[in-house]
T-cell receptor, first 114, second 112 residues
């Protein structure tokens, strides 16, 4: 299994540009989520999904959209990039919503918005 | 989900046991204690979790106090590769979705 994969690894955008960060998992996990991590800070939850077709907001959802058309994929869209969205973005997945299973993280996407 | 409090940083000598404390005084009966670590900007890595009994796996041990208001993660023989930020998280078995909330964690430095 590849686990959780994210593309691209690095990205530089100009203010106002849009882009999509890709996330995929091959473990047939129901739950997927996106976090951002600013320098020296912990992770903050952006959006999450409890299954295909179902998404919800986390702590810091503004400026981001998500969709979950398949179990495997959970892309994160930046509609109009702003310098405040410069961060490292992590995608994660786990089997289901119970507390009995661990969360697997991808390697991250480092985004810079100029 | 209950909030956790951890010291911002700690250090430990290589080969010694590293004991990382976590306070979760508002924890409720159905909430589990999880530990993750993040090594130098990689994605966080799961370490261990528990409800009320002490737990041990190949990476670490988790000691939860009887009143469950605090816990300690123990790395029995710390190595330089254990240098990381360690996150203590509590969440309910009944929580909806992937709402695992990370705090600021403890930055553990292992000195040679």
């Amino acid at each position: 299994n590849a686990g959780v994969t994210q593309t691209p690894k690095f990205q530089v955008l100009k203010t106002g540009q849009s882009m999509t960060l890709q996330c995929a998992q091959d473990m047939n996990h129901e739950y997927m989520s996106w976090y951002r991590q600013d320098p020296g800070m912990g992770l903050r939850l952006i959006h999450y999904s409890v299954g295909a077709g179902i998404t919800d907001q986390g702590e810091v959802p503004n400026g981001y959209n998500v969709s979950r058309s398949t179990t495997e994929d959970f892309p994160l869209r930046l509609l109009s990039a702003a310098p405040s969205q410069t961060s490292v973005y992590f995608c994660a997945s786990r089997q289901d919503g119970t507390a009995y299973n661990e969360q697997f993280f991808g390697p991250g996407t480092r985004l810079t918005v100029l | 989900d209950a909030k956790t409090t951890q010291p911002p940083s700690m250090d430990c000598a290589e080969g010694r046991a590293a004991n990382l404390p976590c306070n979760h005084s508002t924890i409720s009966g159905n909430e589990y204690v999880y530990w993750y670590r993040q090594i130098h900007s990689q994605g966080p890595q799961y370490i261990i979790h528990g409800l009320k009994n002490n737990e041990t796996n190949e990476m670490a041990s988790l000691i939860i106090t009887e009143d469950r208001k605090s816990s300690t993660l123990i790395l029995p023989h710390a190595t330089l590769r254990d240098t990381a930020v360690y996150y203590c998280i509590v969440r309910s078995s009944y929580s909806s979705a992937s709402k695992i909330i990370f705090g600021s964690g403890t930055r553990l430095s292992i000195r040679p």
